[in-house]
């Protein structure tokens, strides 16, 4: 049971401001986004009245995170948003290309105490991430990094073997300040297909921790988590119902059943998530048996 709570024990709800992100990477699902969501129906936009309903309803130790299925800044409110989440007491994570962001804004945000990533994500010059460097753009992203934004971090996607590099004018604008690669990934084989080793998974797992770190879309969906892209997994509504019911959905028991039988109609088992891989998928097979035996020592048998 100890090892399942750790498993589970940190809460977050990824806000969705607006469905659709205007950069189109070419390694991005956004248009299934788009047609899944829309045939949904609801705005692709956030209400601000709905979204403070939405906030009311979710518990202050559950952190906020701003990102999801599209670009936070898109939304003229999103900063706003960001402050009543901090008022209300959540811990707070953002995800954003930038796109949208105003020169006000960083200095509004720069206060708040993001509690483990401000992440930006940066355009390359390589054609796969694409963001248009206009005056706005790299003077908010200047700002940004002299802002002193606590936990920032500058993310360079890489889809495929070839390197990736900063624009000029982009490296100038961060200077010295570091960057992280990250590689892309399938969503499950939403883009691409997922690699046949992930799907033969030979540890015993009986949960993920972005079990509960789910995504809330604007019409107050919720789906399992940022790898659902396709929105297969919607495990309820925060506009009908509370937080605490979304994990006592019928979708979401059939998530943690099928997940244990590695259903293939369940997302987690064509999952690539790096979280996924880390709890042992991409383990050589060598120390399989001794990462099997502690495993096995640390959880109890009854796990949900
Ligand atoms: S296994 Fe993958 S799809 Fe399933 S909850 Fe975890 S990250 Fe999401």
């Not at 129906?41 to 906020?64: A, C, E, F, R, W």
Request: with cysteine; charged share 20%.
């Amino acid at each position: 049971m100890k090892f399942n709570r750790w498993l589970h024990s940190e809460r977050s709800i990824t806000i969705t401001t607006v469905v659709g992100c205007p950069n189109m990477c070419p390694y991005c699902p956004q248009d299934i986004v788009k047609s899944v969501y829309l045939s949904r129906g609801g705005s692709p936009s956030l209400d601000l009245n709905d979204y403070y309903g939405y906030l009311q309803k979710i518990p202050t130790g559950v952190k906020v995170i701003f990102g999801g299925f599209g670009e936070p800044w898109c939304h003229p409110k999103c900063t706003e948003m960001v402050l009543a989440a901090h008022s209300a007491g959540h811990k707070i994570d953002v995800y954003t290309s930038l796109v949208g962001m105003k020169i006000e804004d960083v200095y509004i945000l720069k206060a708040i105490p993001f509690e483990s990533s401000f992440t930006v994500h940066l355009p390359d010059d390589n054609g796969q991430t694409k963001i248009r460097l206009d005056q706005n753009y790299l003077e908010v992203l200047r700002a940004i990094g002299a802002a002193g934004i606590r936990h920032l971090h500058f993310d360079l996607r890489q889809d495929g073997p070839a390197p990736v590099s900063l624009p000029p004018a982009v490296a100038q604008a961060i200077g010295s300040l570091p960057v992280g690669i990250s590689r892309c990934h399938t969503w499950g084989g939403l883009v691409g297909d997922v690699t046949p080793k992930i799907l033969k998974s030979w540890l015993p797992l009986r949960g993920c921790p972005r079990f509960y770190r789910n995504v809330l879309l604007p019409n107050g969906d919720v789906a399992l988590c940022c790898w659902d892209m396709g929105m297969q997994h919607i495990i309820g509504n925060l506009k009908d119902s509370d937080y605490e019911s979304l994990f006592q959905s019928n979708e979401f028991k059939r998530i943690k059943s099928g997940f244990c039988r590695r259903d293939p109609d369940i997302l987690c088992s064509r999952c690539d998530s790096p979280m996924r891989q880390i709890l042992g998928l991409s383990i050589p097979p060598a120390y399989r048996p001794v990462v099997r035996f502690l495993y096995e020592r640390v959880r109890k048998l009854k796990v949900f």
